[in-house]
């Protein structure tokens, strides 16, 4: 029972265009969702986050949005460098649980010269 | 800033063997998480503990125990390791109430 889900294994974009990562999730407890980024042989490391509350929530190049009635959420990052190549995994938790993460099965993101 | 320090990053045993896995965290975190990460699959809760002595199963205990001693250090046990646990593991660690985790390098382990 995957609850959060990230449909597309990889993706690839040139440099100084916009990356956009989707997410979806099952569970309509959710109330907050975030995104890391993750280098080969590095922990991941968290990017930017947003509450149920909101609709979008920015941070420099990059921008999450939330759509709750289609339980989606997608990373827009603007513009891509070459440094952004990475695998990005989105997380969602309920606040007042167990805060446990439950993360989706990442996406690749490579960005060309 | 935040640091979780993982003992580890390569780690080579055979089957059968116990493994221990060690996560230190100087930020005095109550939260402390166990996950593997494989391929295609994301990251997978093992345990977690939100306390010293605590400990809470996550989606994938078999095979693995936990030892919380100390609250800046969450240990995870292989009692006999297999070759299903080749993997990489990731130890990360939260402030109570708030939902960021901070992760450390990561562990790789090979189970030959």
């Known amino acids: 029972d995957q609850q959060v889900k990230q449909n597309s294994p990889s993706l690839s974009v040139q440099e100084g265009r916009i990356s956009i990562l989707n997410c979806d999730y099952t569970n309509s407890m959710f109330d907050y969702f975030l995104w890391y980024k993750k280098y080969p042989a590095e922990g991941p490391t968290f990017l930017i986050s947003?509450?149920?509350?909101?609709d979008k929530n920015e941070d420099g190049r990059f921008t999450v949005f939330l759509n709750k009635s289609a339980k989606h959420l997608s990373l827009h990052i603007v513009p891509s460098q070459p440094g952004d190549s990475a695998v990005y995994f989105c997380?969602?938790?309920?606040?007042?649980?167990?805060?446990?993460?439950?993360f989706g099965q990442g996406t690749r993101l490579t960005i060309n010269p | 800033d935040v640091k979780v320090t993982q003992s580890s990053r390569y780690l080579v045993k055979r089957t059968g063997e116990k493994v221990f896995l060690e996560c230190v965290q100087d930020?005095?975190?109550?939260?402390m998480f166990w996950y593997r990460q494989d391929p295609g699959l994301g990251l997978r809760l093992i345990y977690f503990?939100?306390?010293?002595?605590?400990?809470e199963k996550g989606d994938i205990p078999e095979g693995y125990s936990v030892s919380r001693e100390k609250k800046e250090r969450f240990s995870l046990i292989l009692e006999s390791a297999s070759t299903n646990q080749t993997s990489m593991y990731l130890c990360?660690?939260?402030?109570?109430?708030?939902?960021?985790?901070?992760f450390g390098a990561g562990t790789r382990l090979s189970v030959l």
């Open positions: 503990s939100y306390d010293v002595k605590m400990k």
């Open positions: 947003i509450s149920s509350i909101k």
């Open positions: 997380a969602a938790v309920i606040i007042q649980g167990a805060q446990k993460l439950v």
């Open positions: 990360a660690s939260s402030s109570r109430g708030r939902p960021v985790q901070y």
């Open positions: 930020m005095d975190h109550e939260n």
